[in-house]
C-alpha cells in the first residue's frame, strides 16, 4: 500500500493562493492515480480534482475548476494541487488519495475507490 502525507496547507486571505502537495511513499507513485478531496466542518468530505497515473487526463469539481490546478511529479513521487483565487467557501482539510490503476487515463471523483489516504491538511481562507 502506498503512504500519501499532504503538506502546504495554512491561513490565506480571500484571492490568495496556496500549493499543496502530496508526498508518496511505499509503493511505485507512477502506478496509482491521484485525487483530492475536501472536507469542511460539519459537511460530508467532497470532491476536488483527480489526475491519472501518467499526469496526462485531469478532472475537476465545478466549483474549482479554473482556479484549482492539480499535477504530479513522478520522478518525486509527488502530487500538487495548486489553489488560485481562494475564497472563503474552500476552508476545509484537505486530503490526496491513491487509486492503484491500470489505465493512463483513468481518473474518479468517487471517494470509495481510492486505496489509500493522507492525514489531511488545513486551508483556511479569511474574508
Known amino acids: 500500500q502506498v503512504q500519501l502525507v499532504e503538506s502546504g496547507g495554512g491561513l490565506v486571505q480571500e484571492g490568495g493562493s496556496l500549493r499543496l502537495s502530496c508526498a508518496a511513499s511505499g509503493r511505485t507513485f507512477s502506478n496509482y492515480a491521484m485525487g483530492w478531496f475536501r472536507q469542511a466542518q460539519g459537511k460530508e468530505r467532497e470532491f476536488v480534482a483527480a489526475?491519472?497515473?501518467?499526469?496526462?487526463?485531469?478532472y475537476y469539481a465545478n466549483s474549482v475548476k479554473g482556479r484549482f490546478t492539480i499535477s504530479r511529479d513522478n520522478a518525486k513521487n509527488t502530487g500538487y494541487l495548486q489553489m488560485n483565487s481562494l475564497k472563503p467557501e474552500d476552508t476545509a482539510v484537505y486530503y490526496c488519495?491513491?487509486?492503484?490503476?491500470?489505465?493512463?487515463?483513468?481518473?474518479?471523483?468517487?471517494?470509495?475507490?481510492?486505496?489509500?489516504w493522507g492525514q489531511g491538511t488545513q486551508v483556511t481562507v479569511s474574508s
Open positions: 488519495a491513491a487509486k492503484l490503476s491500470g489505465s493512463d487515463v483513468d481518473t474518479t471523483n468517487r471517494a470509495l475507490e481510492y486505496d489509500a
Open positions: 489526475i491519472s497515473r501518467s499526469g496526462g487526463n485531469t
